[in-house]
């Protein structure tokens, strides 16, 4: 038969290893501590997250601004260029009255039938484009004007924007906006190469 003190030959030792190993536990001081360091944990974690977040966000809208006022430019300027002539603002009655924020031209181009009349103005933060369909008189009436196309929006100024007829150019000067960008200038000059009329 075997002997029980031959195996556990400490059994007293035993037992109280395993009384101490059952009062073993968490102290109120590391519990606060272990919340403490996971709570610090979560938190950076959540910063760097809403960071690249952000980030990824500015980078997006800064490309689009990026592409729109590239594009408004290059549009405005192909139908500068393609005009037979670029009329003072001033020479169309009631234009300036009408659309206060324009850009102080009207391009004339020549169509199959007569002659049709462009221009731009600034309105609720974008830039709009207006035809007149005009044969019969040198001037298009004020009224003749339409479409209101959009070209590009987030614009908040125009503001340096002007045609020195003297010196043959039209300056464009815009300042785009958004939600998490500052403001973007888009500036160029463009020679007339047309006849002008102011």
């Not at 601004?65 to 594009?71: D, I, K, P, S």
């Amino acid at each position: 038969m075997l002997d029980l003190k031959q195996i556990c030959p400490n059994q007293k030792r035993s037992k109280k290893n395993f009384i101490l190993l059952e009062n073993k536990g968490f102290t109120l001081i590391e519990l606060l501590l272990g919340v403490s360091i996971s709570g610090i944990l979560v938190l950076s974690l959540y910063f760097i997250f809403n960071y690249s977040v952000k980030t990824s966000k500015i980078g997006e809208e800064k490309e689009e601004f990026l592409l729109n006022g590239r594009y408004a430019i290059e549009y405005m300027k192909r139908e500068i260029r393609n005009g037979e002539e670029i009329i003072s603002s001033d020479k169309i009655n009631g234009f300036n009255k009408k659309y206060k924020n324009n850009f102080g031209f009207v391009i004339k181009v020549k169509r199959d039938q007569g002659y049709k009349y462009v221009s731009y103005y600034l309105e609720k933060g974008s830039i709009r484009r207006i035809v007149s369909i005009n044969t019969a008189s040198k001037y298009p009436y004020i009224g003749s004007f339409e479409g209101h196309n959009r070209i590009v929006g987030n614009i908040s100024s125009i503001e340096g924007s002007r045609v020195d007829f003297k010196n043959n150019k039209i300056v464009l000067n815009f300042l785009m906006n958004g939600e998490w960008n500052n403001n973007m200038e888009f500036k160029t000059e463009i020679f007339m190469r047309c006849p002008t009329d102011y």
